[in-house]
């Protein structure tokens, strides 16, 4: 009976060693349920992008960009990517060119992430200030001086669709200015893109005029000192702003940019589908990237355009996301630095990219 119990006591030992050995192994599901990321949360969106989907790389038609790229009239660079497929071509992909106008594409991806946080909604009134008003544009040309109150969503509409640079400042603004927008990009993986001015600050940069000149002067005021700066104070300038490490890109951080736009994450669903809605309404630059697509071809897109002197324009751009007739959809971006002689030019050349894309990516005949 003796030698029974401690046969008993030696089983039942090994069962819960057994028991003790199996739970160890299995998954926590707390653990698991914990970890997962809410669906509307834009906080935990940096872990969600540290990894970019798989993607592999398309020799053949990199090489037919390439020879597009030669082309151009200035230093092009050019990135796409297949969100479908995971299909890419890159040309000079990693080259800094002045973004201009492009920055408004991350300038309204702050404002959404804040209507995501709660700071405001896009029915909020903005009240206008001088400083923000520049001396072209639709909401510069109403109001001068500021003074008026505009919903936060008629600004990104203005911003994005018209590309109006008041309202680019208006909400620059509103986020906490140049430095915050840079500072979200890196929070949430993407690096490559600098902010660094407002629209105001960059244009004056261009015509020459002494930092703070405008600190609180309307747009007629700004009008006013441009007209005054000398040629030779200008042309220093256009040169200084050529060789400028600011507010510069890369089209591979624009296609990173749309890439994680375009999966969902950076916003949430809701600001996902607003963004994108005001992207596909872009008038701007028509002979860019839809010019020589075929009819109806859907792109969502921003473009940004450079002052011109002397023959040599600082960049022209354009970035989006076009659908191809299966309904899968390309992100590209195409910058040209320094173009030289008529802008037309260098809008072909982009034109003749997105083309060469989408006949190589949908089966269309060239």
Sequence with gaps: MKRFGIIAAVGLAVLVTWLMLSQARRP????????????????????????????????????????????????????????????????????????????????????????????????????LIAQDMHPRGWLGDRYPRGGGHVTVYRLLNLMLTRSDNSSADVLMRLVGGPPVVTQWLKEHGIDGLRVDRTERGLGNDWYGLAPGADTAGSAEEIREQRSQVPAAVQDSAVRAMLIDPRDTGTAEACVQVLEH???????????????????????????????????GTRVARKTGTGGTW???????????????????????????????????????????????????????PE
Excluded at 75 to 92: M, Q
Excluded at 261 to 290: E, I, N, Q, Y
Excluded at 312 to 325: H, S
Aim: glycine letters at 6%.
């Design 261 to 295: 736009l375009w999966k969902g994450d950076l916003l949430s669903p809701a600001m996902t589908d607003t963004l994108k809605s005001v992207l596909f309404r872009c008038r701007t630059a028509p002979h860019r990237l839809p010019w020589m697509l075929p009819k």
């Design 28 to 127: 926590s599901r707390d653990t698991t349920d914990t970890t997962a990321a809410p669906a509307e949360s834009s906080a935990a969106a940096p872990a969600s992008i540290a990894q970019r989907s798989p993607e592999h790389p398309d020799s053949a038609l990199e090489t037919r960009l390439a020879a597009i790229v030669r082309s151009a009239p200035g230093r092009c660079a050019v990135s796409v990517k297949h969100l479908g497929t995971g299909a890419v071509a890159r040309v000079n992909a990693d080259s800094a060119i002045p973004l201009l106008s492009v920055v408004k594409l991350p300038v309204a991806l702050v404002v959404l992430d804040g209507v995501d946080h709660g700071r405001w909604s896009l029915t909020t009134p903005v009240t």
């Design 310 to 364: 002397a023959g040599v324009t600082v960049a022209i751009n354009d970035v989006g996301v076009m659908r191809l007739p299966n309904g899968e959809e390309v992100a590209i971006a195409v910058l040209i630095g320094e173009p030289r002689g008529p802008i037309p030019r260098a809008e072909r050349v982009i034109a003749r990219v997105a083309r060469t894309v989408y006949d190589a990516w949908s089966g269309s």
